[in-house]
């Protein structure tokens, strides 16, 4: 009785046949519980490129929806800008803070113009006070201030500069020396009005500047609430006379705020 050939393996060389390559390797992975990795790997790179080629995403507020930009700050959620395709967390990260500082410059804007006027204005001022001070103080040694330069000797100079911080017309006749050291406490009493000025508008600096530090600690509280930017937008909707929905820029949303502000100080300067 002849034996029957066995048909894998070494056997199959005792009957003139060449081992099943196929087999072989199938059956070295099923032993092995492995996948051969070369088989996914030319595919994951080819989709990963696809991806990264075909991937469009909102970089700027000038197209990003202001529902995309509220999913983003609230809830942390970056992939809201991605149009199509697929990016990375590094990328997203990214872009995310270029439309974050492009966002917050925008916001703050206005009130950082009114911040750096005020900062210029109290600066003009404060200078100006001090020149008057030592052109024309009788001097106050309990206080430490010297004795104005005026007070001490007539330059022609001089006097030109102290009419010109205050716009008058004082003659300072050095001959007559009352009604000359009157007309510099004249000065002086008229720089106390410019000192006044510059407080009032320190304080007006300085609430600026505390409102922005209030800002700043609140911010963390602001990104976890909606109801912040659906109050603007009730507040947008009722200047405007119409409903505007959180599917505009987040460029126009900022707009509107400026003018909604810019209408607020017309109507404040009216009133008054």
């Known amino acids: 009785m002849n034996k029957r050939p066995i048909t894998g393996g070494k056997n199959c060389l005792q009957y003139g046949r060449k081992p099943n390559k196929k087999l072989k390797m199938a059956k070295k992975h099923t032993k092995s519980g492995k996948k051969d990795p070369s088989i996914n790997v030319g595919q994951s790179a080819a989709q ?12 700027s507020i000038q197209t990003l929806p202001l529902n995309r930009f509220i999913e983003c700050y609230v809830d942390g959620n970056l992939h809201a800008l991605v149009i199509s395709g697929v990016a990375v967390m590094p990328v997203l990260q990214q872009v995310w803070e270029d439309i974050l500082q492009e966002y917050t410059e925008r916001v703050a804007h206005h009130e950082y113009k009114l911040y ?13 006070h001090k020149q ?7 001097g106050d040694e309990a206080n430490e201030i010297p004795k104005g330069a005026l007070r001490q000797v007539y330059d022609k100079y001089l006097a030109g500069e102290l009419n010109g911080l205050l716009k008058t017309t004082f003659r300072l006749n050095w001959a007559d020396q009352k009604t000359y050291n009157q007309e510099l406490d004249k000065a002086v009493r008229r720089s106390g009005s410019i000192k006044i000025k510059a407080d009032l508008k320190a304080m007006q600096f300085e609430a600026i500047r505390k409102r922005h530090e209030k800002r700043l600690n609140e911010q963390p509280t602001k990104a976890q609430d909606r109801a912040y930017f659906t109050n603007i937008l009730i507040s947008l909707s009722d200047h405007a006379k119409f409903q505007i929905a959180d599917t ?10 400026k003018r909604l502000n810019e209408y607020c100080e ?5 009133k008054r």
Request: include cysteine.
């Open 48 to 59: 990963q490129q696809q991806g990264e080629q075909f991937l469009s995403m909102h970089r």
């Open 266 to 270: 017309q109507f404040k300067t009216l």
């Open 116 to 128: 750096l006027s005020l900062l210029r204005e109290i600066t003009d001022l404060r200078i100006t």
């Open 132 to 138: 008057i001070q030592l052109l024309a103080h009788a």
């Open 248 to 257: 505009i820029t987040v460029y126009e949303y900022c707009e509107r705020i």
